[in-house]
């Protein structure tokens, strides 16, 4: 099976082009929220949504800046070079990794100014993140990036125009559709994170939040060493890749505090 984007990343909407790239990323903001009101109902009840609410959009606001910031300054010769594109989120260029620490930075600073517990929402919301995610990386479809290695007879290939293709890889036509991978791992994650909140979400506040970031940073440790954009590596590995590993022992470390302390709060 072969997969072609669209001749165009965007589409006219009278007179406006409406990009791709910008609706999957609303359309993901939207289902998670969404999802999280409908959880804080039926599941978390503690979880008041009013307050939910109002963090939403601050929450928003602070992981586009954070994903935004991380990009540019993995790519810091290229944005040098080309100040003006910093502000082109359309054409793609959000990293998750940067999302999670602004969105993970403005919750920590709202949870401590309203004297309120940070787990129950990080909770909440690290629940539905990775549908959100999911739906999300259908945007690096669009704009045709974020894909991966050259490949040859796989059962799903991702057709590549010629001006979007890295220069070593010129030749080639069809990629790995890492995004199509991590899009599968992460509506997984979603599943086990719906199961496991029922568990745990009355007496290990926090526990959620933690299983995410291990099981994320863990599909991207899977995904990165396919992806053929990777431009800043350290001791010879990806930087995502060390963003993960980091990731992984926050995780394990955290779920293992939470469990232990129960209902109470760490911060």
């Known amino acids: 099976m072969i997969l072609y984007p669209p001749e165009f990343s965007y589409f006219d909407f009278f ?10 990323i609303f359309f993901a903001i939207i289902v998670c929220y969404l ?27 602070f992981s586009i800046i954070g ?27 959000l990293s998750i990794h940067g999302a999670i620490i602004g969105g993970i930075i403005f919750g920590i600073l709202y949870a401590q100014k309203n004297k309120m517990n940070f787990f129950p929402y990080a909770d909440i919301i690290c629940a539905t993140l990775p549908l959100g995610q999911a739906i999300g990386r259908f945007g690096n479809f669009f704009n045709q990036e974020a894909f991966g290695l050259p490949a040859v007879n796989a059962p799903v290939m991702l057709y590549v ?8 890889y010129i030749q080639y036509e069809y ?17 086990f994170l719906l199961f496991l909140l029922k568990k745990t979400s009355k007496d290990y506040d926090g526990v959620i939040f933690f299983s995410y970031i291990l099981l994320y940073s863990i599909v991207r440790m899977i995904i990165e060493p396919f992806r053929s954009d990777t431009v800043f590596y350290v001791f010879g590995l990806p930087f995502p890749v060390l963003i993960s590993i980091l990731g992984v022992i926050i995780g394990i470390s955290g779920i293992t505090i939470r469990i232990k302390k129960g209902k109470e709060s760490i911060f």
């Open 175 to 191: 990629f790995h559709p890492c995004f199509l991978y991590e899009s599968i791992l992460n509506i997984l994650i979603f599943v």
């Open 161 to 168: 125009k010629e001006n979007f293709r890295p220069d070593k």
């Open 67 to 93: 994903a935004r910031i991380y990009y540019v300054l993995l790519s810091i010769e290229y944005f040098i070079l080309n100040p003006a594109a910093i502000f082109m989120v359309w054409q793609g260029g």
């Open 35 to 61: 999802s999280s009101l409908f959880l804080s109902s039926k599941v978390m009840t503690s979880v008041d949504k009013n307050v939910l609410s109002d963090i939403v959009p601050l929450l928003i606001i």
């Open 15 to 24: 007179g406006v082009n409406i990009h791709y790239y910008s609706l999957c």
